[in-house]
């Protein structure tokens, strides 16, 4: 069983960064490969980065690719996507998942937390 929290959202200016940080409970972190998706009102839920358990591999989602990073710290049982060049469309809600790999498919992930707010203002 794993438990996710998020956090680190807010709102912020076109062009700004945030650090997103998704802090997992139980000692199996480190066995999950972890993604990151969003979900904007009236949207489906939408990949945007996943890292493999040792963070030896990552991807990301074409719109994202070059501005967003993942990361990940096994010790503190904590993934990270830092957000750079930020833009009006990035605002969604924030989801960080645990799954067994990494995937860019939402219900390949067993374990979700409760979203964080982004809000890019123009």
């Known amino acids: 069983q794993v438990q996710l929290v998020e956090s680190g959202g807010g709102l912020v200016q076109a062009g700004g960064s945030l650090r997103l940080s998704c802090a997992a409970s139980?000692?199996?972190?480190?066995?999950?490969?972890m993604g990151w998706f969003r979900q904007a009102p009236g949207k489906e839920r939408e990949y945007v980065a996943a890292?493999?358990?040792?963070?030896?591999?990552?991807n990301y989602a074409d719109s994202v690719k070059g501005r967003f990073t993942i990361s990940r710290d096994n010790a503190k049982n904590t993934v990270y996507l830092q957000m750079n060049s930020l833009k009006p469309e990035d605002t969604a809600v924030y989801y960080c998942?645990?799954?067994?790999?990494?995937?860019?498919?939402?219900?390949?992930?067993?374990?979700w937390g409760q979203g964080t707010q982004v809000t890019v203002s123009s």
């Open positions: 139980g000692r199996t972190f480190s066995s999950y490969a």
């Open positions: 998942a645990a799954g067994l790999v990494v995937t860019s498919t939402p219900r390949r992930y067993g374990y």
């Open positions: 890292i493999s358990a040792t963070g030896g591999f990552t």
